[in-house]
């Protein structure tokens, strides 16, 4: 295991050695970069948007059309989302709406022009497959095609797309190419010529598939088969989704097979045409068709029904869950929302102008930062909370784009521009952290670490973040002088380092042994355990070289909005952002100004700065229709999540 030594100067950044990649981490982090990349949400399907803070089982009844965008006499495809814009197939086309209000952003003609499935976004590319046999890949921004691959035979379900690689299937084989040039990496054909028709699903370094009767793992290097599993005589085998080292696959039953050998852990009989599995919060959700039918619900490690709702009838559509909401395409074509832990029928969309959306299957409702997206017989429709938006004035800050080439997620800058932040991994794979200094890049984690995220840099380089250890626990990180300490808050779960000042002040989150979570300080080689008066949940943000703290807390555990605040001289007051869903106060520098971002109830991001008791809002970056200020120096430089540096020194 290498270590990082990392040493800066107003004139001298060098790294005398570097780590490996590392998992995901959990931290009181804003759900600022979200995005709806693939069928299943991620490459594992899970369907589950676990960072979902807008909508709840409280407030989803109240949920109004927003926009629509058009794509002609084609069946939309599920949409998917990312880089403020909403992507759909239909009838030979690929379709861009700006997320915010469904402005028509490009079309473009898929390779054949016949039968476009569903796109799925990658970090090189927009990765689309067609009727006609072939994948092409397209500029998200512009639509431009960048490459075309003839693979042969038709493509009708939706790829995966992890870092580098898209997976797809053609009917006989699974396709794994490189997303970049279009790269055939390698081809799986079952020996006994079983029809592939399902989006494969990846887990780690293992690439799941199912056709015919049976469920294959293929190497993900390679395309090799490590195991097959024979589930019987199937009708409609849906695509796989995994989750804790489990495959759950849906059919003529529901099935679940351990993951690293294929062995079938259980089995339940909920009727025919079982969809693919939504696993959230260890609990798996499928709709079914006759002879019994509906939505039901089942304990993910024993299979133990857990309730059922007849409610949406026979859909073929597959559930997303987020926030402890169910949404499922009901059988007529209306939304319905029920509660994911009890089956409780929440309320239900249905378009006034007869547009019905499609229960067939591989359809799904994409549902991220509070807005809900459904496929209809012939537009995309985006549904969110009414506005309640105040007035507050507008500045202007100046953004450059950030070069970089991966999906990195910057978190900190300080006054020499040095910018801190986290890989993260689009599969189970492990995220690493990133320092991003005069154009170069390098990746570190904690030695010994499964995970590494990095959140605050300060001028004296020293690095704060959070790392997971093998037995899957989080804990904070400072790196002085080349030299990883571990920060761990005692009589404490887990707990991270989200700031660190010029004095070498440390701030973070912390979940102590009552599970609680509340913020620290670290003064003096002392730890200082507090959480905002009355709250349920506090999270910390950012300190200064005054001591001034900011941060977030909610009131209530679940369904509850989420608060700003400041703790100056011990004293705590609330910063809520005018009118917003949500308020983040992400950090505050020397001179006392604060950035960060607030949610609209329609579920869009846009970032604000707080400087001598004014509020600004700030303006978006250039071809970005959010904006999530994650970091600022004591030049007003602030740094977004979207990736961008934006001098807003001239603000006020």
């Given at each position: 295991m290498k270590t990082l030594c990392v040493a800066l100067s107003l004139s001298l950044f060098s790294v005398l050695a570097l780590a490996q990649d590392s998992s995901p981490i959990t931290k009181f982090d804003p759900p600022g970069s979200i995005q709806w990349t693939q069928y299943g949400f991620l490459p594992t399907h899970t369907s589950f948007n676990s960072r979902e803070t807008i909508l709840t089982r409280a407030n989803v009844d109240k949920l109004t059309f927003q926009w629509a965008g058009e794509v002609g006499p084609g069946i939309a495809s599920s949409p998917v989302v990312g880089q403020g814009i909403v992507y759909a197939a239909a009838d030979g086309m690929i379709f861009a709406f700006r997320a915010s209000d469904g402005t028509s952003l490009w079309s473009h003609l898929s390779c054949t022009g016949v039968g476009t499935a569903q796109p799925a976004l990658g970090p090189h590319a927009l990765l689309v497959g067609?009727?006609?046999?072939?994948?092409?890949?397209?500029?998200?921004?512009?639509?431009?095609q960048i490459w075309c691959d003839d693979i042969g035979n038709s493509i009708t379900s939706a790829p995966a797309v992890d870092e580098k690689t898209v997976y797809f299937t053609d009917g006989f084989e699974v396709v794994a190419a490189d997303q970049s040039t279009g790269g055939v990496l390698w081809r799986f054909a079952p020996s006994d010529?079983?029809?592939?028709?399902?989006?494969?699903?990846?887990?780690?370094?293992?690439?799941?598939?199912?056709?015919g009767n049976s469920v294959f793992a293929l190497d993900k290097r390679t395309g090799h088969e490590l195991w097959r599993t024979?589930?019987?005589?199937?009708?409609?085998?849906?695509?796989?989704?995994?989750?804790?080292?489990?495959?759950?696959?849906?059919?003529?039953?529901?099935?679940?097979?351990?993951?690293?050998?294929?062995?079938?852990?259980?089995?339940?009989?909920?009727?025919?045409?079982?969809?693919?599995?939504?696993?959230?919060?260890?609990?798996?959700?499928v709709n079914s068709?006759?002879?019994?039918?509906?939505?039901?619900?089942?304990?993910?490690?024993?299979?133990a029904l857990l309730w059922r709702n007849v409610m949406p009838g026979e859909p073929e559509s597959t559930v997303t869950?987020?926030?402890?909401?169910?949404?499922?395409?009901?059988?007529?074509?209306?939304?319905m929302m029920f509660n994911s832990a009890t089956g409780a029928f929440l309320g239900s969309i249905v378009d006034r102008k007869g547009h019905q959306s499609q229960p067939s299957f591989g359809t799904q409702p994409a549902v991220v930062n509070g807005v809900v997206y459904i496929p209809t017989s012939d537009r995309v429709e985006a549904f969110s909370l009414p506005s309640t938006q105040g007035g507050v004035p507008t500045g202007t800050c100046v953004y450059r784009k950030i070069p970089f080439n991966k999906m990195e997620h910057p978190s900190d800058i300080n006054d020499i521009g040095a910018i801190v932040g986290t890989v993260p991994s689009m599969t189970e794979s492990p995220n690493h952290a990133f320092l991003l200094f005069r154009g170069k890049e390098t990746l570190f984690r904690f030695p010994g670490a499964e995970a590494t995220a990095a959140f605050s840099i300060n001028n004296q380089a020293q690095i704060g973040g959070t790392f997971t250890t093998a037995a899957g626990n989080n804990r904070g990180y400072v790196v002085r002088d080349g030299v990883f300490h571990a920060i761990v808050v005692p009589h404490s779960k887990s707990n991270d380092v989200a700031d660190i000042n010029d004095k070498g002040d440390i701030?973070?989150?912390?979940?102590?042994?009552?599970?609680?979570?509340?913020?620290y300080l670290l003064h003096n080689g002392i730890f200082h355990i507090f959480r905002f008066p009355g709250a349920a949940e506090t999270g910390v943000?950012?300190?200064?070289?005054?001591?001034?703290?900011?941060?977030?807390?909610?009131?209530?555990?679940?369904?509850?909005?989420?608060?700003?605040?400041?703790?100056?001289?011990?004293?705590f007051s609330t910063?809520?952002?005018?009118?917003?869903?949500?308020?983040?106060?992400?950090?505050?520098?020397?001179?006392?100004?604060?950035?960060?971002?607030?949610?609209?109830?329609?579920?869009?991001?846009?970032?604000?700065?707080?400087?001598?008791?004014?509020?600004?809002?700030?303006?978006d970056p250039p071809n970005s229709q959010q904006n999530t200020p994650v970091g600022i120096n004591n030049h007003d430089q602030i740094v977004t999540g979207e990736g961008f540096v934006g001098d807003c020194h001239a603000l006020f």
């Open positions: 067609d009727g006609g046999g072939d994948m092409a890949a397209y500029d998200p921004v512009t639509g431009d010529s079983s029809l592939l028709t399902n989006t494969p699903a990846v887990f780690r370094d293992v690439v799941f598939a199912t056709g024979d589930l019987g005589d199937q009708i409609n085998i849906s695509a796989p989704s995994v989750a804790r080292n489990t495959v759950y696959v849906g059919g003529t039953s529901l099935s679940a097979l351990r993951a690293s050998d294929g062995h079938l852990r259980w089995t339940a009989d909920v009727g025919v045409d079982v969809t693919m599995p939504a696993i959230a919060n260890n609990r798996v959700f068709e006759d002879p019994i039918f509906g939505l039901w619900a089942f304990d993910a490690n024993t299979g869950v987020a926030n402890g909401v169910i949404f499922d395409i009901a059988e007529f074509g209306d939304l701030v973070g989150g912390v979940v102590t042994n009552d599970e609680v979570s509340k913020g943000g950012g300190i200064n070289k005054d001591g001034i703290i900011v941060g977030n807390y909610r009131s209530a555990v679940v369904n509850s909005p989420i608060h700003g605040f400041i703790v100056k001289n011990g004293v910063l809520d952002f005018p009118g917003a869903q949500n308020t983040f106060l992400i950090k505050i520098n020397d001179g006392g100004d604060i950035v960060g971002f607030f949610v609209r109830p329609t579920g869009i991001f846009h970032g604000f700065l707080f400087h001598d008791g004014k509020l600004r809002e700030l303006n």
